[in-house]
């Protein structure tokens, strides 16, 4: 498995001069615009399956497509579906008689897990307008033979998000340390307010975060990745222990957070009925725009202070599949989205909380941008979330073992036995 943190310095180099802000399209210099030229051996439009189906990232979605098609190049038609239906539907697109061409999706592990199952176009060719790119991205985006097969066009962080007015009213300040972090609930609590949000119905892989942050706290980003690799078991004493730490946090989640998806924990979180809320920064396109500047976050909590600090920093854009009817097409849409101009339109439209991948890319140049390119920065080391580190086959394997740990706590062990022989089974597919 392959994690942002390889080549991290040049990776960083080429953040220095990014700006801050697409949850999808940007990348690469000096490539054609749309119209430089027509397709070859075009059967029809191109299909591109979405996941981005909140309001601002679907409108932008729309306005890249819409872009696009106008310049005479090719025809693109854009078919949104919810995220999570994405995830689970994913395989039986790519292996479907005819699947759609062009998907939004995620590079690192998880993208090279269907490269190994031969179902991904080989975009090579559309890397040679990308020589920008620094090193870390290009790993990122190769499979496990050495193709590429990946586009990628941002990234982005995750933090506890809160809103300052709210903290400002309850009388506390972002905490540093675990034990910060659970006086900061206590006092929440308090308040009469659930301190954690969480949104648990249709989006279970939301508690993923979780274990991952309290794993690469407590037991580093290396162990992390080789757990997820299938090099490590799910019953160890070490993951164990995640959970019990964990325990400590329970008593301030949101009882009501198991049934209502991310979007209406983000609701939650801006009407002041929650306190706090782990997510990536993609939360903010089911947020009103003007909430934003009352919207801030902290760095997780460190709980060991000789854990190497490593925060989540997932990277997300473009892949292809390997029937695709017209893979010349294909290949200049991938090459147009991978310019700074088709990630400009992008920007413009979308909630600007993301990071371009590409190094000329232009952001919004907000505090909370800033702040959250600075986290990634300092950090030693960064991961990309837990089926981007292992794949969209473990996933579920997670989505059972912590929604049950939620509702059980007491269960750990047999939770964790259970969750070893799920794995065991998806490692041996």
Same mark, same amino acid.
């Given at each position: ?282 939360? #903010?396109?089911?947020?009103?725009? !003007?909430?934003? /500047?009352? =919207? @801030? ?8 202070? +000789? ?93 059972? #073992?912590?929604?049950?740990?939620? !509702?059980?706590? /007491?269960? =750990? @062990? ?8 799920? +794995? ?6």
């Amino acid at each position: 498995m392959t994690g942002l943190a390889a080549d991290r310095r040049t990776f960083l180099k080429g953040l220095g001069v990014l700006g801050a802000a697409a949850l999808v399209p940007g990348c690469a210099t000096s490539t054609p615009s749309p119209g430089s030229g027509s397709s070859t051996g075009s059967t029809g439009p191109l299909s591109l399956q979405s996941n981005l189906s909140s309001e601002q990232a679907k409108a932008a979605m729309e306005k890249l497509v819409e872009t696009y098609n106008k310049s005479g190049a090719a025809t693109v038609k854009l078919n949104t579906v919810a995220s999570e239906i994405f995830r689970t539907q994913l395989p039986t697109y790519l292996t479907s008689a005819n699947p759609p061409d062009v998907y939004t999706w995620y590079a690192g592990s998880v993208a090279d897990s269907y490269a190994k199952k031969d179902l991904l176009l080989d975009v090579s060719s559309v890397w040679d307008s990308m020589k920008n790119y620094p090193q870390s991205m290009q790993t990122l985006s190769t499979s496990s033979n050495g193709e590429k097969i990946f586009v990628p066009t941002s990234y982005y962080w995750w933090g506890m998000f809160y809103r300052k007015s709210n903290f400002a009213k309850w009388g506390v300040t972002p905490p540093k340390t675990w034990e910060e972090f659970l006086q900061v609930c206590k006092t929440i609590q308090g308040k009469g307010i659930p301190p954690i949000g969480i949104g648990l119905g249709d989006t279970p892989w939301v508690a993923s975060a979780w274990f991952d942050y309290l794993n690469i706290r407590i037991n580093g980003a290396p162990f992390h990745r080789q757990l997820l690799a299938g090099e490590g078991r799910f019953d160890d004493p070490k993951v164990k222990a995640v959970f019990t730490k964990w325990q400590e946090a329970l008593p301030y989640f949101d009882p009501k957070g198991k049934s209502f998806p991310f979007q209406e924990a983000t609701s939650a979180l801006l009407a002041g009925k929650t306190g706090m809320f782990l997510i990536g920064t993609f939360f #903010a396109d089911s947020a009103p725009k !003007d909430a934003l /500047d009352d =919207i @801030d976050f902290f760095q997780f909590p460190i709980i060991d202070p +000789a854990v190497p600090v490593a925060e989540e920093a997932p990277t997300d854009g473009y892949f292809a599949s390997k029937k695709a009817k017209d893979p010349e097409g294909v290949k200049k849409f991938l090459t147009w989205l991978a310019t700074p101009e088709a990630q400009q339109i992008y920007v413009q439209s979308s909630s600007g909380t993301a990071i371009p991948a590409n190094p000329d890319g232009k952001s919004a140049d907000t505090p909370l941008v800033r702040k959250g390119k600075a986290m990634i920065e300092s950090a030693k080391e960064l991961t990309q979330f837990f089926n981007r580190d292992s794949s969209d086959a473990l996933q579920p394997t997670a989505d059972a #073992a912590l929604t049950k740990f939620l !509702d059980k706590p /007491d269960q =750990i @062990d047999k939770i964790l036995k259970d969750w070893q022989a799920a +794995a065991e089974k998806v490692f041996k597919a």
